[in-house]
């Protein structure tokens, strides 16, 4: 089971979003809002990005400790993952569940963590947030600004006891759930869940061991 070139993509201009976007803001937003956490989170980044140098060399453990640090916190990979297994969700075991988001989690950021070092001059325009003050999911939209067309953004976000968190974004159309979806559904189907963790876990001893791009 191979990832398609343009979920590389997506996830590329995710990151470009993510970490380029400070630049539009000077100040530290209020992260007690979901749209003024996306926007601390990603003061904090870039401020790392641009003060780290491995960083922008392409230093894969490192960013990948920078993401694990100033990104993870603030996201839902239990609710990520168990909405990109759908049905099959139930089906795990506690202890299947629990191997399925940590690898899935180590799987998206191996993947698509190199984006950082292609950091160059994008910026990010967020929109205005549309969201009554008791509702518990909102959707943060914001539109790349760069290298060819505008490409939109959206995130996902719950209203958790721990603060806002993110569980899904969308790629001009496409949500991160959605597009790993049936690729799931079908490792299932062929191996078993077991098998599914297997395949994440062999991926990710692959991307581990792969040497960085700019080495």
Known sequence: MKYP?????????LFCALFMSAMAFAQTPDQSTP??????????????????PEIQK?????????VEKKIVPYTDMRRTTEMAMGPNWKKATPEQQAQLVAEFKNLLIRTYSGA???????TVQFKQLRAAPDDQEVTVKTVVLGHGD??????RLEKTSNGWKVY????MGVWLVEAYRNQFSNQISQNGID???KFLQDRNKQLASAKPANS
């Open 195 to 197: 098998g599914l963790v």
């Open 5 to 13: 070139l343009t979920i590389r993509q997506w996830f590329a201009f």
């Open 150 to 155: 505008p490409v939109p953004l959206d995130y």
């Open 35 to 52: 749209d003024g956490l996306i926007k601390s989170v990603v003061s904090d980044v870039m401020s790392s990005v641009k003060s780290d």
């Open 168 to 171: 899904d974004m969308n790629i």
């Open 58 to 66: 392409g230093n894969i453990p490192k960013i990948v400790d920078l």
């Open 116 to 122: 950082l070092s292609q950091l160059r001059d994008q």
